[in-house]
């Protein structure tokens, strides 16, 4: 079983900083690009940023500048510094990962796809 679990959401004043960690847990052997998405009230999810396992990374236009993405492939977590938040950065953050190789039953290897965590709530205040 394999499970992303995210932490550090939390409430902060406009212009302060949250860091948001993600771990991957399970027989992992591998995984691909790891991101973060957000998804505000009455919106679709998007995109906030990704990172590739070789250190690639790519970020919404909204957040350049204010927040980085980082990894730590050996421990399988994905971090997201953010930093300069804003109201409009208050939404629900996941992470996910495109895709993960696992060890499962008598040693074979499998890809687990599009796995998401379960969220953590970010609210910015005014």
């Known amino acids: 079983q394999v499970r992303l679990v995210e932490s550090g959401g939390g409430f902060v004043q406009a212009g302060g900083s949250l860091r948001l960690s993600c771990e991957a847990s399970?027989?992992?052997?591998?995984?691909?690009?790891m991101g973060w998405y957000r998804q505000a009230p009455g919106k679709q999810r998007e995109l906030v940023a990704a990172?590739?396992?070789?250190?690639?990374?790519n970020y919404a236009d909204s957040v350049k500048g204010r927040f980085t993405i980082s990894r730590d492939n050996d421990k399988g977590t994905v971090y997201l510094q953010t930093n300069s938040l804003k109201p409009e950065d208050t939404a629900v953050y996941y992470c996910?990962?495109?895709?993960?190789?696992?060890?499962?039953?008598?040693?074979?290897?499998?890809?687990?796809?599009?796995?998401w965590g379960q969220g953590t709530q970010v609210t910015v205040s005014s």
């Open positions: 996910n990962a495109d895709s993960i190789v696992v060890r499962g039953a008598f040693g074979a290897r499998r890809t687990l796809y599009d796995v």
């Open positions: 399970g027989t992992i052997l591998s995984i691909n690009v």
């Open positions: 990172i590739s396992s070789g250190g690639s990374t």
